[in-house]
């Protein structure tokens, strides 16, 4: 009885092989998941965008204008432009209550200036609607208004950025 092979040669080779179907349904899956996605990256937009701090400053021509002062690190500037659209945050004032200042780089500055022993050059930012953010609330001015600016450097699709270094 201790002789009896409980497993034959037959059933071992079912047993070790994998299915053929199983594995091209499989890739079949595999490859649709990535076409979807592939396509789709077509239809996502990429948005680069920069952070750095903001000061507001009430420009002393007229009382009701002001302006955004942003300074941006030296290895950075290169990829700023004037007229690129900025998104200024205001501390004190949460983003999802009042709302973001909307802007765009007026004039960058070429002569970089040292701050906190860093590099930086300085940008100038116009508001487009003084203090008022992109759902109507009038902030108020005080001394010393600072936040974050964002500002988008450049949008195009993800299918670009993913085949960016085919371009190369």
Do not use: C
């Amino acid at each position: 009885m201790d002789n009896i092979e409980l497993r034959s040669e037959k059933a071992r080779n079912i047993i070790g092989r994998i299915p053929p179907r199983i594995v091209r349904s499989g890739i079949a899956v595999l490859s649709i998941v990535f076409l979807i996605l592939l396509v789709s990256s077509y239809f996502f937009p990429y948005t680069e965008t920069i952070s750095a701090p903001v000061r507001i400053i009430q420009a002393t021509k007229e009382p009701q204008s002001y302006y955004g002062v942003i300074t941006v690190p030296i290895s950075l500037q290169s990829r700023t432009e004037t007229g690129q659209q900025t998104v200024l945050e205001i501390e004190g004032y949460s983003k999802n209550k009042y709302g973001q200042i909307l802007g765009y780089i007026e004039r960058k500055d070429d002569t970089p200036i040292f701050q906190n022993g860093h590099k930086v050059v300085v940008l100038i930012v116009s508001l487009d609607h003084s203090l008022t953010t992109a759902n109507g609330t009038r902030l108020v001015y005080y001394q010393g208004m600072e936040g974050t600016a964002t500002i988008f450097l450049k949008k195009e699709r993800l299918l670009n950025v993913l085949f960016a270094w085919m371009k190369r």
